[in-house]
């Protein structure tokens, strides 16, 4: 019998791949999760390929919220198991930022090396076990706050944040190459505002988007508004996705990005610490504020693609 009391030719059961696109966890991390943490028990084929029922995703999205809290994947099975499942998404343990502090440390030291070995060997440990959105929220952006306030105190250099820039453009641009081949949902044509130069943040939203199905074309950095409404009707985009961080505002952002969207038929999107801080003028100006917060970020898209629809 299977675990809900059906037998399981009474289940509808998913293979890893479309699992993983409902969750946004990749299929890696999945199998990590299973093996070594014993946090899903998939069913296998006569082949041994994996099969997930409601139940096995319900769990995984209870995980997910465990992880949106802090908690360290190797504690969130002894979080779970101590309380009825269908309360496990909401329930309050506490906070362990240890795991997140120690791979900070541990990618610091790297980088104040220039080790790329051993940068890459955290960075990949990390997420072997988390999906991408966690190890965006809990380790990549702490470590660019980081690696700006060794810059600011000296303790640090601008050698430093170039090189860990460089690192991850090329780990977060094999990655986004790698996932692009294989999604079929709408498209976005994402890129960062014209005074924006950074776009490591960008790039850490298209893999979300990545993972959540939506096709991505992406434009980079400093991006000019006017360029964008022939980009977005050749692409048959569905929507535009800009990002800027604080220091990416400039005094004419209202009135460039009112000019953007009285040129296109979809709707303009802004993200980033600057659509925060700059709400007013953005609602203002026609655009939709996305804020910083990646999972918020994605249901507000949701909702709005679903209204264009």
Same mark, same amino acid.
């Given at each position: ?21 409902l969750?946004?966890?990749?299929s890696?991390?999945l ?11 998939p ?35 002894a979080?779970?198991?101590?309380q009825?499942?269908s309360?496990?998404?909401t ?17 610091? @030291? !790297?980088?104040?090396? %220039?080790?790329?070995? /051993? +940068?890459?060997?955290? $960075?990949?440990?990390? =997420? ?7 190890v ?29 820039s460089?690192?991850?453009?090329n780990?977060?641009?094999a990655r ?8 079929s ?14 776009? @490591? !943040?960008?790039?850490? %939203?298209?893999?979300? /988007? +990545?993972?959540?199905? $939506?096709?991505?074309? =992406?434009l980079?950095a ?12 050749r ?19 209202e ?11 979809v ?33 507000? +898209? ?8």
């Amino acid at each position: 019998m299977a675990r809900n009391g059906t037998s399981p030719a009474d289940q509808e059961l998913f293979p890893i791949r479309t699992v993983s696109n409902l969750t946004g966890v990749n299929s890696v991390t999945l199998r990590a999760w299973e093996r070594r943490y014993g946090l899903v028990r998939p069913r296998r084929t006569a082949k041994g390929h994996r099969l997930y029922s409601r139940e096995d995703i319900q769990r995984i999205e209870q995980v997910l919220g465990l992880l949106d809290r802090g908690i360290a994947i190797g504690q969130a099975r002894a979080a779970l198991d101590s309380q009825p499942r269908s309360d496990a998404a909401t329930a309050p343990p506490a906070v362990d930022g240890g795991v997140w502090a120690g791979y900070i440390a541990r990618m610091i @030291l !790297a980088i104040a090396a %220039f080790d790329e070995k /051993a +940068l890459s060997g955290v $960075y990949n440990e990390a =997420l072997s076990l988390y999906p991408v959105e966690v190890v965006s929220a809990q380790l990549i952006v702490p470590l660019l706050e980081e690696i700006g306030r060794r810059w600011q105190t000296e303790a640090g250099s601008v050698a430093e944040e170039h090189f860990f820039s460089v690192f991850m453009r090329n780990k977060l641009g094999a990655r986004f190459h790698h996932m692009a081949l294989d999604t079929s949902g709408p498209k976005l044509l994402c890129a960062c505002l014209p005074t924006e130069q950074h776009e @490591l !943040a960008l790039l850490l %939203f298209c893999l979300g /988007a +990545l993972t959540r199905n $939506y096709r991505i074309v =992406l434009l980079g950095a400093s991006m000019p508004l006017a360029d964008l409404p022939l980009a977005a009707r050749r692409s048959g985009s569905e929507a535009i996705v800009l990002a800027g961080s604080v220091g990416a505002y400039w005094p004419a952002l209202e009135a460039d990005l009112a000019a953007l969207v009285k040129r296109v038929t979809v709707p303009v999107l802004i993200g980033g610490h600057l659509s925060s801080l700059h709400r007013d003028a953005i609602v203002r100006a026609g655009g939709i504020v996305l804020g910083s917060d990646m999972p918020q970020a994605f249901s507000r +898209l949701a909702e709005v693609l679903q209204g264009a629809a």
